[in-house]
């Protein structure tokens, strides 16, 4: 039987510890690019603040872009600045960051006169540091009590029942 001895080339030795690297540096590139987020519930007609924040980084002269759904233009804030050039209408009038709090790594959003359409998935983008923090806002009606509903009425005249016992049982009140 005539048996060869294999040798591995330096081209073919040098390929196979790359791909043995690949899985690691996939892992890294995950870890690398933070990406977080978070639910907030609001009611129509109301308002709702999407949260985003991050201390780790210089914050003057900052660049944060919100977005709806990757592709609308919510809120600009360019080299520090409210840059409203390029919001989409659906958002116009609507929003506000605070920014008192941007040097404190704070860039989340007040977003006002909630409506159903406004439900879905926003994106906080940092560009400098790579982190994207998704918000996903659940909009829905507001709960109206109805007037003069049965639990109502009835907790109000328990409450008279228990007063009336509680007057009529004591032995130290005395009626003039």
Not at 21 to 50: H, N, Y
């Amino acid at each position: 039987m005539n048996c060869k001895r294999v040798h591995w080339t330096t081209k073919e030795n040098t390929f196979n510890r790359m791909t043995s690297w690949l899985p690691v540096c996939v892992i890294l590139l995950l870890a690398l690019q933070d990406s977080s987020q978070e639910r907030v519930e609001g009611f129509t007609r109301g308002k709702v603040i999407l949260p985003c924040r991050y201390n780790a980084m210089p914050t003057e002269k900052v660049t944060i872009f919100w977005r709806y759904k990757d592709d609308r233009n919510v809120y600009n804030i360019v080299s520090g600045k409210s840059d409203l050039t390029d919001q989409h209408r659906q958002f116009r009038d609507r929003t506000r960051i605070f920014p008192e709090e941007l040097a404190n790594g704070n860039f989340s959003l007040l977003l006002t006169d909630l409506k159903d359409s406004d439900s879905g998935s926003y994106s906080c983008f940092i560009p400098r540091v790579n982190i994207r923090h998704q918000v996903e806002l659940s909009v829905q009606e507001k709960p109206t009590p109805e007037v003069g509903s049965k639990s109502s009425s009835m907790s109000i005249k328990g409450q008279n029942l228990i007063l009336f016992l509680f007057l009529l049982l004591s032995p130290d009140l005395h009626f003039l």
